[in-house]
């Protein structure tokens, strides 16, 4: 049975969920303000990407019987120093979310909460893959420096990027 405090930081997931996908919608937006199509594609489908993630939890709540609470969250970031910046920034993010996603496994184990942990175990692997490729990513952007054709490249690169959710099986594997 899942707890009112592990409902609490479920919630308060849900909702940074929500919030990381208006991080990312920002971060699309100053990539368009630089004609970056394929940059702002890349944020766009990492925006729908947490929508995606606040949608599981929402779920989850549903599921296990709780309350799914919506608050509001802060005005995000709308300057960047550079693309450079802007993409550290989201690796920044992303170690914060991977550091509530481990809070939250701390609190279901520590309450023996055996769905709730089995539930997590898809998000701390999903940040693995998150993590990654945001490194790669900026190790990209700091080989090109200076050069436009890598940065064209490299646009061209991030324009194909698309997002399908993930089905059942994915899920469970």
């Known amino acids: 049975m899942v ?84 993409f550290e920034i989201a690796l920044g993010h992303e170690e914060l979310v991977t550091e509530r996603i481990y809070k939250l496994m701390d609190l279901a184990q520590e309450e023996r909460e055996y769905a709730t942990i089995s539930f997590l175990k898809w998000f701390i692997d999903e940040q693995v893959e998150e993590m990654n490729m945001f490194n790669k990513i900026i190790q990209k952007i700091k080989m090109i420096g200076d050069n436009a054709n890598g940065l064209i490249m490299l646009d061209k690169e991030l324009a194909q990027r698309t997002f399908t959710p993930p089905t059942d099986t994915d899920v469970n594997q």
């Open 3 to 86: 707890s009112e405090k592990l409902f609490k930081e479920l919630n308060e997931q849900l909702n940074f969920e929500y919030e990381s996908s208006n991080i990312y919608l920002s971060m699309a937006a100053y990539c368009a303000s630089l004609d970056l199509d394929g940059f702002e594609n890349f944020f766009l489908v990492q925006s729908e990407e947490e929508r995606f993630h606040a949608s599981k939890f929402y779920n989850y709540i549903n599921e296990v019987n709780g309350r799914v609470k919506i608050s509001a969250y802060d005005e995000p970031q709308n300057e960047y120093e550079s693309l450079l910046d802007a």
